[in-house]
């Protein structure tokens, strides 16, 4: 029998923005994600740039180069660079 795995949910936060971010974020905006639906309103060009960090911390996996269970993701908007802190959040 299958043992089902239950993914853990990630905190998008912005940390920083350079300049002004065209979607109206702000620094300490954040999202939760807890299933597989893009969070309403969100930056379609950002997501595109976190969504393998997300994916792969969605599944239990790090970056290397990263403190276990986060990411830093800069969004490609070289005018207003925007940047994502994401945090898996283990379930309690």
């Not at 792969?56 to 830093?72: E, V």
């Amino acid at each position: 029998m299958k043992k089902s795995f239950k993914m853990p949910k990630v905190k998008i936060s912005i940390k920083s923005i350079q300049g002004k971010c065209p979607q109206g974020f702000k620094v300490g905006d954040s999202w939760i994600i807890k299933s597989n639906i893009t969070p309403s309103k969100f930056c379609m060009t950002a997501f595109h740039a976190i969504y393998p960090a997300l994916r792969t911390m969605r599944y239990g996996g790090d970056l290397p180069w990263r403190k276990k269970g986060t990411a830093m993701i800069l969004c490609p908007d070289y005018n207003n660079p925007v940047l994502y802190e994401l945090e898996r959040l283990e379930e309690e």
